[in-house]
C-alpha cells in the first residue's frame, strides 16, 4: 500500500478551474496505476479518472470528459486532477486512489485510499 494525501479543493464558480493533487508515499508510486472518485452528499461514490503507472493511459466517466485531465508526475510521486468548466454537479468529496492494477482503480477496489479534498462548485 501507500499512504495518500489530497489537496487543491476549494470553492469555485461554475465554470471555473481547479487543480487537485494527490502526494503519495513510498518508492513503489511509480509502479501503481493511479485514480480519482468523488462522492457527493447523499450519493455513493462515483469513478472520475484513472491513469495508468507509465501516464500513458487514462480512462475519464463520460460526466467529466474533456473537462477533466488526469496526469502524473513519477518524480514527484504526485498525481494531478485539472478540472475546468466546473459545474455545480461536481460539487463532491474527492479521492485519490491506487493500485497495482489499472482495471482494480477503475471499479473503485483500489486498496489505498486518501481521507479526501472537497470542492464546492456554486452556481
Known amino acids: 500500500q501507500v499512504q495518500l494525501v489530497e489537496s487543491g479543493g476549494g470553492l469555485v464558480q461554475a465554470g471555473g478551474s481547479l487543480r487537485l493533487s494527490c502526494a503519495a508515499s513510498?518508492?513503489?508510486?511509480?509502479?501503481?496505476?493511479m485514480g480519482w472518485f468523488r462522492q457527493a452528499p447523499g450519493k455513493e461514490r462515483e469513478f472520475v479518472a484513472a491513469i495508468n503507472w507509465r501516464g500513458e493511459s487514462t480512462y475519464y466517466a463520460d460526466s467529466v470528459k474533456g473537462r477533466f485531465t488526469i496526469s502524473r508526475d513519477n518524480a514527484k510521486n504526485t498525481v494531478y486532477l485539472q478540472m475546468n468548466s466546473l459545474k455545480p454537479d461536481d460539487t463532491a468529496v474527492y479521492y485519490c486512489?491506487?493500485?497495482?492494477?489499472?482495471?482494480?482503480?477503475?471499479?473503485?477496489?483500489?486498496?489505498?485510499w486518501g481521507q479526501g479534498t472537497q470542492v464546492t462548485v456554486s452556481s
Open positions: 486512489a491506487a493500485d497495482q492494477s489499472f482495471y482494480t482503480v477503475v471499479v473503485g477496489s483500489a486498496d489505498s
Open positions: 513510498g518508492r513503489t508510486f511509480s509502479s501503481y496505476a
